[in-house]
């Protein structure tokens, strides 16, 4: 059974920084393009990094230069540093494949910017 854990998401100031940990169980994580999404109320979840499986980062343009995707296949680990954060950062994120069809959507963990 797939399970994607999130954690790391809390409060924080703007300018500040977190780093976000996703754990994947009951997959072969070396083998996925992966990639971090977030959802923000209203709004519908978007795409905010990805990562492929040789480690080539790509980035949403509002938040290039300030997140760094990365990975530790060999703890099945996927990571999203997040610095210069903004209010407009906050959201829940997620983790997940780069590509349809998805796993099963983890809980996601909560990123509240603000002052």
């Known amino acids: 059974q797939v399970q994607l854990v999130e954690s790391g998401g809390g409060l924080v100031q703007p300018g500040g920084s977190l780093r976000l940990s996703c754990a994947a169980s009951?997959?072969?994580?070396?083998?996925?393009?992966m990639a971090w999404y977030r959802q923000a109320p209203g709004k519908e979840r978007e795409l905010v990094a990805a990562i492929t499986t040789g480690g080539t980062p790509n980035y949403a343009d509002s938040v290039k230069g300030r997140f760094t995707i990365s990975r530790d296949n060999a703890k099945s680990t996927v990571y999203l540093q997040m610095n210069t954060l903004k209010p407009e950062d906050a959201a829940v994120y997620y983790c997940?494949?780069?590509?349809?069809?998805?796993?099963?959507w983890g809980q996601g963990t909560r990123v509240t910017v603000s002052s």
């Open positions: 009951g997959i072969i994580l070396r083998i996925y393009n």
């Open positions: 997940n494949k780069q590509q349809w069809p998805y796993h099963a």
